[in-house]
């Protein structure tokens, strides 16, 4: 195991981010600091509670998991994209590194960014409504998880885009929809009933009951089925990642 | 001793089906500089980079020192140091950051004493903290070098190194080249400045449409295929040669003022005193005289044409 080169590309990772800190970490808070005004004190004034908290406190979770995803995706796709992009991947595939440690430095960067962000984002949520973690260790494992899955996911869409606007279309596309109909701003329960069962098939609706059932005990779905889902996700990217690294696709002529 | 490279019968067809490499067999010697020599798309770059890991060959094997260099690769490339043609580098990264991240990349150890005596040689110590987009194109081209030699490597390819590189800081690196060489680092290098092949190379390959044409020493090439030429400077002018000069290789120029005898080097009779007798036989005169050797780049243009 080359740990150095593992270090060398974590750092260098982290290192942008330091570098694009305004970017980075200004402006996802800034954003859901904006969700909190619009949905927690303008539309949340007229909808009392949901399940026993205020309106305003039930998003949280819901907003931090949004940051979350698609910071994890945007980071990790666009770390391992922009040296394809540059031709400054000649040296990666040049030197004694493996595609795991490379997996490692780069989506363990991302992973860590996102989980620095969402806890920030989580001081920040502090700041407007009163706030209880329940389950802190289910929470920072639910947060850890998907940062780390969906850094995965990010990163196997950086090595397949082939330029910058199939780059964005997957985040776009799958990622947002996916997120805003995850139930972030609202109980699964609260729709119709078929709307409901089609929900389910939402995968971002476990990761988010999940997650907020760790700060209220309130959920959609089963704590199993969350961990579950977030756990089989994360599985299928780990394979895709093995599977690119098998093929060498899209990484070398 | 065994050769620190073998590539045998190495060849890559690209996606777009053409076919960049074609069967190629060469050896790379212990501490020799090797210039790789050949027209624009003759296939350079993708040995270089098969041999390096950055492409996948399609048939055929590199050895780097034993280490199969797809089997093995980690053992293969700890030992290369790479400074592709493109220039590829980081834009916002301090010089010294990046430089530094390579090393790290290469599992080596952190050596700042290491990585300041690189940027001295290469005259970049004063840019240390400057980021890499302020640099220009010449400085970025002598930092990627500093980056390929951040890890120590044993090899060192160099594709074109010194394109866009000013004359004074061409001879810098010349001397940085040989500076590696003398502590017993191989260089393969590719260049379109022949001169700079002839200045520098122990050995020199010809590679045309992916095919090894020629491999020689330097100075066995340039005596084998080597001519030269013999040049009279007339008092006066000559209408035609002479026929009692029928059996020289001679040849007139200048509107008949001057007489060029062209002959090998290397053979053991050169024609010459029988020429210049012969010329005051049949009353030629003469003022002057001068002789010329091929250059390599004559000697190249002559194979590629072939
Ligand atoms: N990624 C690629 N995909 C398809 N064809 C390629 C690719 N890279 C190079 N080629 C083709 O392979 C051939 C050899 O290219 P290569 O870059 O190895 O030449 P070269 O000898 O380095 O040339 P130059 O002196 O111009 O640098 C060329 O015909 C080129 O068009
Ligand atoms: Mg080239």
Avoid at chain 2, 128 to 135: A, N, Y
């Amino acid at each position: 195991m080359n740990h150095r080169a593992v270090r060398a590309i974590y750092l260098f990772e982290m290192a942008r981010t330091w570098r694009t800190l305004l970017q980075s970490v200004v402006s996802p808070v800034l954003s859901t600091s904006l969700y909190f005004v619009v949905f927690g004190a303008a539309i949340g004034s007229r909808i009392t509670q949901i399940e026993g908290v205020s309106y305003g406190t039930f998003i949280v979770p819901g907003l931090i998991m949004l940051s979350i995803l698609t910071q994890s995706v945007s980071n990790a796709s666009f770390g391992i994209y922009f040296p394809k992009f540059s031709g400054t991947i000649y040296e990666l595939l040049s030197a004694p590194v493996s595609f795991f440690e490379a997996v490692l430095g780069y989506v363990g960067a991302a992973a860590s960014k996102s989980i620095i962000l969402g806890l920030i984002i989580l001081a920040t949520a502090w700041l407007f409504v009163p706030l209880h973690v329940m389950h802190p260790f289910w929470m920072l494992t639910f947060l850890v998880l998907t940062a780390v899955t969906f850094s995965l996911f990010g990163f196997i869409i950086g090595v397949w885009a082939g330029n910058f606007e199939q780059l964005q279309v997957i985040p776009l596309l799958v990622i947002a929809p996916l997120t805003f109909l995850g139930g972030s701003f609202y109980s699964i329960n609260m729709l119709p009933e078929a709307w409901q069962t089609v929900a389910l098939f939402n995968p971002v609706v476990y990761l988010i009951s999940g997650f907020r059932w760790s700060f209220y005990e309130i959920s959609d779905v089963s704590l199993g089925a969350s961990l579950g889902i977030t756990l089989g996700f994360l599985a299928i990217c780990m394979a895709t990642v093995w599977w690119i690294f098998k093929t060498g696709y899209r990484l070398k002529n | 001793m065994p050769p620190i490279i073998s590539i045998s019968h190495l060849s890559k067809t690209y996606g777009s089906g053409l076919k960049a490499l074609n069967d190629v067999s060469l050896d790379i010697d212990r501490g020799e500089i090797f210039a790789l020599l050949g027209p624009n798309g003759a296939g350079k770059t993708t040995l270089i980079s098969i041999i390096c890991g950055i492409a996948n060959p399609s048939a055929g094997q590199v050895l780097v020192d034993g280490h199969d260099n797809v089997a093995d690769y980690r053992a293969a490339r700890s030992m290369i140091g790479l400074v592709p043609q493109e220039l590829h580098t980081d834009a916002f990264e301090t010089v010294w950051a990046t430089v530094s991240y390579s090393r790290g990349l290469f599992g080596k150890k952190a050596n700042p004493a290491y990585i300041e005596k690189v940027l001295r040689d290469l005259s970049l110590w004063d840019r240390k903290d400057s980021r890499i987009i302020t640099l220009s194109g010449g400085m970025k081209r002598r930092v990627m070098i500093a980056k390929a030699l951040s890890h120590e490597p044993q090899i060192l390819f160099l594709d074109e190194p010194t394109a866009g590189v000013d004359v004074e800081l061409r001879k810098g690196m010349w001397e940085v080249v040989r500076a590696l060489r003398a502590t017993g680092v191989t260089i393969i290098l590719t260049t379109h400045y022949i001169e700079e092949a002839e200045e520098m190379a122990d050995r020199i390959g010809v590679i045309n449409k992916g095919e090894i044409i020629l491999v020689e020493q330097k100075a066995a090439l340039m005596q084998k295929l080597g001519k030269k030429q013999l040049k009279l400077h007339l008092l006066g002018t000559v209408e035609a040669i002479p026929p009692q000069l029928a059996d020289y290789n001679l040849a007139l120029s200048e509107g008949g003022s001057q007489l060029i005898y062209t002959y090998d080097s290397k053979a053991e009779r050169t024609g010459i005193t029988g020429l210049l007798a012969a010329l005051r036989e049949a009353g030629i005169r003469f003022h002057d005289l001068d002789t010329t050797q091929s250059s390599l780049e004559d000697i190249f243009v002559s194979l590629v044409r072939a």
